[in-house]
Structure formats: C-alpha cells, structure tokens
C-alpha cells in the first residue's frame, strides 16, 4: 500500500477527512485553525482517500522558545498497524525541527499502549508520569 502524507491547507481538505477526527469537523473551526499561526495538518492519503491525520500545535515561551505539541494524531481501523502513525509522527517531528522547534511531545493516557507504542517507534522517548488536569467550559 502506497501512501502519502500532505499538509492540509483548505477547509475542504479537513471536512474530507472528518471521519478521522473525534468527532464532525466544522467549517467555522476548520478555517480558524488553518488561519492560526502555528497551527499543522498532516494528512496520510491511501489511493487518494485520507486514512490517518496528525495535528501539532507551536508553542513559545519566553524562556524556552518554540516547541511543537503533537495535539492528535488517528488512523483509520483498516490501516492501523502498517506504520502510517508512526510515519505521521516523523512527519510531524520533522516539520517541527525545520520551523526551529526545540523539542515536540505529546500527551498520552498511560494505559493507551498503541499509541505509546506509535511514539516510541517513531523516535519519543518516556520522561516520566503526568496528571492531565482540564477545565471544562463547554456548559
């Protein structure tokens, strides 16, 4: 299976590859996210079908510089385990070192042993435990 990994830069490319995602993309959010400066799209394609994205967010800190976050990354059921998130990973990590970032990371749940997996192979390494805290604001 051949596949390639492009940056999304329209909305039309986000909504056709909405199934990817959490869930439905909207335009209003698609466009936002494209017009964020430091924002990024991976997109692996299969036969012109999108089947795997990953998501980087930069970052800068007044102390640190810019590092990349590896907000999301997916890949459709039918083509996992065949090196598209790893190779989305890479992409990604090596998107964030062209653009001068310092370091790129992720979070990930401690039990998600695919995706910790995924990172691995792809060159992250574990810096230990985390707590993820969130406020929610949606109502």
Do not use: Q
């Amino acid at each position: 299976m051949d596949t390639m990994i492009r940056r999304a830069t329209t909305v039309a490319e986000l909504m056709a590859a909405g199934t990817l995602f959490d869930g439905p993309p909207r335009i209003d959010w698609a466009e936002c996210f494209l017009a964020s400066p430091g924002h990024l799209m991976l997109i692996a394609y299969a036969d012109d079908r999108p089947v795997g994205m990953a998501s980087g967010v930069e970052m800068t800190h007044p102390d640190k510089g810019t590092e990349m976050c590896l907000y999301e990354l997916a890949v459709a059921e039918p083509y996992r385990r065949a090196g598209i998130g790893r190779a989305l990973a890479e992409a990604l990590a090596a998107e964030a070192r062209e653009r001068g970032c310092y370091d790129m990371w992720v979070g990930v749940e401690t039990g998600n042993d695919p995706a910790l997996a995924t990172y691995r192979s792809a060159g992250a390494r574990e810096e230990g435990t985390c707590s993820v805290l969130t406020w929610d604001f949606s109502g």
